[in-house]
């Protein structure tokens, strides 16, 4: 396989697990709210998904209970950010350690334990197309499915009228209010919705694409989802691109390595992460006036608000 | 093992630390500096490790990783099995910081005069406890104590690039490609010889065999490994081996993509039943037990413990050994290993010269066997025959 190739194939794989993390992450960012519990959602996810996969002999319900854990782990957040008006930032962090702790606890079981896995499949004819065919159509279920979520969510959130209401939440909090809905009821869905989505990425990490539970494996990828939102504006489509292309840095290392050139390693580690920083810090102040409203309250730290 | 990549887990550990020093019954944490002299300053027999009733092990990580720790704690076991009388003290997830040194005071509150650190970095925390309680004795395992190795200290580690060199002559054999793939962490010189051996073994055999490295930065990282394997994979590696503290991805992925399999750690066979050929794997139950009878008898200050002990196949046994070979491996193969490991065990080393490094230049020179002390000082490069480069710093 070609160089390039070989890492657009990589930054489909490896960017997968970011890339459902960062669309639900969107979702809660366009209602007000940030998660840095996303970290702490992938968590849960995957070992829910690894476990339920092993004790079951099937991927698809170990899948499920990865997105029903990385829900309920949002929901903590959501509980206390919501209704205890804890501060997002610090309950995020927070809620990333009782994931970590809890995956911790109960993960040493799984550690050594194996699990059905889903295998890469070929989509017959698509899958054969000369370059594309091993980027985008040999890939196991989850990733396709995470292809038709970046159009679906972009919809939901741009076109629909609970998309409306959504960013409404997280725009002009009283405006809503004032037409009767509950702000409250429509931020809970949108956290818990972004918790089900990165428990889904945990579990493509688990039981898709490394196909083992080791505590802490998420290994920072719910971080680089969140900073991936900030600087794709929350718009599906741009969070997509991110994570792709964080995942193709991910990717460049071993793809190097792997061909004998001589390279510094610790640099190449460096790119992914350099990457966001310089964007978020060349994007920062306009991204910022972007933001939601709902979302400036929360970098604010003014005592005067 | 040296420091893992957890900055995410810090507080988490710190937080469950403290449960761990809990459940060691130490109820004075915070004693490290104090000097013990015994209860209300009476003389104590300060014979080192002599009649202790309790024995403790620090662990880095899980003690069902698979690996590793895995390896460490089945020791531990083995030594509850040999002192049915004893108290065996465990601890797991002990970071190599200062904490290290509380969970130890922890358990030598409970009687442990005995303590096995059995991480890379837990080397200074257990130097701090052997200077504050000269009474007990501490090794650890796998780094070097520099200069003058206390009366009541040690370090233990096996040769770990023996086993690895005659599953290199496996690999060698097996491999059609001849290209052999290896996933390490991160360039210290107990990987890279372990790497050289690979490959010197593969080429005892196969003069034309190559091995390729990926390193991943990160004593565990599933994502990376899955990265590392599709990488070398896909430039045609068709013997996949590795150097990282969970094994579980990179024996699937070699499995399932029809490749073969070097083990590392633990048996993992049952992960690959299809590529499975050799492997390496840990066997501390004789020299744990060995050490802790040694200590008990009161002669610990003086015997070979007492000193950065290695051993090797030359001193009769290596905590080191081969796992079982794969289905596909013939009797020939298997005689070919026999006859290196004789020659290992009695005039030979992986390391016998000529040894030559990537840019040619001579490691060790013809009819020149290295000591185990040498080797370690020798690792800073790759042999030739290893494709990819050390990481710069």
Not at chain 2, 251 to 270: F, I, N
Request: hydrophobic fraction near 45%.
């Amino acid at each position: 396989m070609s160089l390039a190739s070989e890492v657009l194939t990589g930054a489909v794989r490896g960017g997968t697990s970011i890339l459902y993390a960062g669309v639900g992450e969107s979702y809660a960012e366009s209602a007000g709210v940030v998660n840095l519990g996303t970290e702490g959602s992938m968590l849960v996810g995957a070992l829910a998904a690894y476990a339920v996969a092993s004790e079951t002999n099937n991927p698809w319900a170990g899948a499920l209970a990865g997105l029903v854990a990385g829900g309920a782990l949002a929901l903590v957040h959501a509980y206390f950010v919501l209704h205890r008006k804890a501060n997002q930032l610090a309950n995020g962090l927070v809620v990333l350690f009782l994931g970590l702790g809890l995956t911790s606890l109960f993960g040493a079981s799984y550690v050594s334990k194996p699990a059905k896995s889903f295998t890469p499949w070929r989509i017959p004819g698509l899958g054969s197309l000369p370059g594309v065919g091993d980027i985008l159509f040999n890939h196991d279920p989850l990733t396709y499915l995470s292809f038709l979520m970046v159009p679906a969510s972009w919809w939901l959130l741009t076109r629909s009228r609970w998309g409306l209401l959504l960013r409404a939440a997280g725009e002009r909090t009283e405006v809503l209010a004032s037409y009767g809905h509950s702000v409250r009821r429509i931020q809970y869905m949108a956290v818990v919705l972004g918790g089900t989505l990165a428990g889904l990425g945990g579990a493509q990490l688990a039981i898709a694409y490394a196909n083992a539970w080791f505590e802490n494996m998420v290994q920072g990828r719910g971080f680089v989802a969140v900073a991936v939102v900030i600087f794709a504006a929350r718009q599906p489509f741009k969070v997509a691109a991110g994570s792709y292309l964080f995942g193709a840095a991910l990717a460049l290392s071993p793809a190097l390595q792997a061909r004998g050139y001589g390279i510094n390693q610790f640099a190449l580690d460096a790119i992914p992460y350099v990457t966001i920083v310089v964007v978020l810090v060349a994007l920062g102040r306009r991204r910022a006036a972007e933001a939601p409203e709902g979302l400036k309250k929360v970098f604010e730290v003014s005592p005067s608000t | 093992m040296p420091p893992r990549s957890r900055s995410l887990s810090a507080l988490a550990l710190a937080l469950s630390l403290t449960a761990v020093a809990g459940a060691c019954g130490s109820n004075t944490t915070d004693t490290a500096a104090t000097p013990s002299t015994g209860e209300g300053g009476a003389t104590v027999d300060a014979t080192p490790g002599k009649g202790s009733k309790a024995v403790g092990f620090i662990f880095v990580g899980p003690k069902d990783d698979f690996g590793y720790n895995q390896a460490a704690f089945q020791g531990s076991e083995a030594v509850k099995k040999a002192f049915p009388d004893f108290e065996v003290l465990t601890a797991e997830n002990v970071p190599e910081t200062d904490d290290a040194a509380r969970v130890m005071e922890g358990m030598i509150d409970k009687g442990a005069k005995i303590i096995f650190a059995t991480s890379y970095g837990h080397l200074d925390p257990a130097m701090k406890v052997a200077a504050a309680h000269p009474e007990v004795v501490v090794v650890q395992q796998g780094n070097l104590i520099k200069g003058t190795v206390p009366a009541n200290a040690g370090t233990y580690f096996g040769t770990v690039y023996e086993p690895v060199y005659l599953a290199g002559i496996v690999a060698g054999k097996q491999t059609k490609s001849n290209k052999l793939g290896y996933v390490y962490a991160f360039p210290i010189p107990q990987t890279i010889s372990n790497i050289n051996a690979f490959e010197l073994g593969a080429q005892s055999v196969n003069p034309g065999v190559q091995t390729y490295v990926v390193n991943t930065s990160a004593w565990c990282d599933p994502g990376k490994q899955a990265g590392a394997a599709r990488s070398l994979l896909d430039q045609g590696v068709d013997v996949i081996t590795q150097h990282q503290d969970c094994t579980g991805t990179i024996t699937k992925a070699a499995e399932a993509a029809g490749a073969m399999v070097v083990g590392y750690h633990a048996d993992a066979s049952s992960l690959a039943p299809k590529g499975w050929i050799a492997g390496s794997e840990w066997s501390w139950a004789d020299l744990y037990t060995d050490i802790v009878k040694t200590s008990l008898a009161g002669d610990f200050t003086g015997s070979k413990y007492n000193a950065n002990f290695r051993e090797g196949l030359k001193d009769g046994q290596n905590p080191f050994i081969e796992s079982k070979f794969g289905p596909s491996v013939g009797a020939d193969v298997k005689t070919l290993v026999d006859t290196a490991k004789t020659r290992i065990s009695t005039s030979g080393s992986p390391f016998a010269g000529p040894v030559v490094g990537q840019d040619g230049k001579t490691i060790v020179a013809e009819g020149t066997v290295p000591d185990y002390a040498t080797i370690e000082s020798l690792m800073t490069v790759f042999v030739k025959g290893v494709v990819g480069e050390l990481p710069k710093n």
